[in-house]
């Protein structure tokens, strides 16, 4: 699905709980019903959060085929077609997006609570 296919999230929006999601990892959060079905990936890195629509540039498929995200160190790895993601900016290093970024959604941290910003 293309970025600009993709829906917008509201600010306030609410995600999980700050202790949902360990140092070092990601979960997948899947908000709302419906079609398609919308799901952020929720990273923490220290007290940084990152996000992302859980959705590969490649394909209109999410990043995992399990309950949760593949991280390998500072990247995420698409399950379907092992792309490489940066953590950092969500920028494919390897696989067939090579050069193409997962949609970035902007997160803050309300009384304990991962929100989008």
Request: proline share 7%.
């Amino acid at each position: 699905m293309p970025v600009e296919d993709l829906p917008l999230l509201p600010s306030g929006t609410r995600l999980c709980a700050v202790s949902d999601v360990a140092d070092g990892t990601a979960r997948v959060v899947e908000l709302g019903r419906g079609w398609p079905i919308v799901e952020v990936i929720v990273l923490r890195r220290g007290d940084r959060w990152i996000g992302y629509h859980n959705r590969c540039p490649h394909q209109p498929v999410p990043l995992n085929l399990l309950a949760n995200v593949f991280v390998v160190g500072d990247a995420l790895v698409c399950d379907h077609h092992s792309a490489r993601f940066n953590v950092e900016d969500g920028y494919c290093t390897t696989g067939p997006c090579k050069g193409d970024s997962l949609a970035s959604v902007a997160l803050a941290v309300r009384e304990e609570t991962i929100v989008v910003a």
